[in-house]
Nanobody, 123 residues
């Protein structure tokens, strides 16, 4: 069955950086849209970054624009999210999402596959 596994989360100080990875098994990222979402305690899951099948279209949430970078390595079947200039409000569990069904790229219900998430804590 399809499995997405995120890694790279951790605790970091304000202004620091982290690099998240999302690796897939029984699923090929090549030719598929991928997004990163995050969910803070007591808040709804929100989309933060999206990358199209070949990386030609990249979209960021306004809250992370200029600080986060999404990229993909189809050969490694991995998608990355570089988090820079981290702020306290970036603290959340970060999820990788695939199996895009169309529609808004930042609507969680439009994705069929999810990882278990990786915790990012900024202090």
């Amino acid at each position: 069955h399809v499995q997405l596994v995120e890694s790279g989360g951790g605790s970091v100080q304000v202004g620091g950086s982290l690099r998240l990875s999302c690796a897939a098994s029984a699923y090929t990222f090549r030719g598929n849209h991928v997004a990163w979402f995050r969910q803070a305690p007591g808040k709804v899951r929100e989309g933060v970054a999206y990358i199209s099948t070949q990386g030609g279209t990249i979209t960021y949430a306004d809250s992370v624009k200029g600080r986060f970078i999404i990229s993909r390595d189809n050969a490694e079947n991995t998608v990355y999210l570089q988090l820079n200039s981290l702020k306290l409000e970036d603290t959340a569990i970060y999820y990788c999402a695939a199996g895009f069904a169309g529609g808004s790229v930042f609507r969680a219900a439009n994705y069929g596959y999810w990882g278990q998430g990786t915790q990012v804590t900024v202090s």
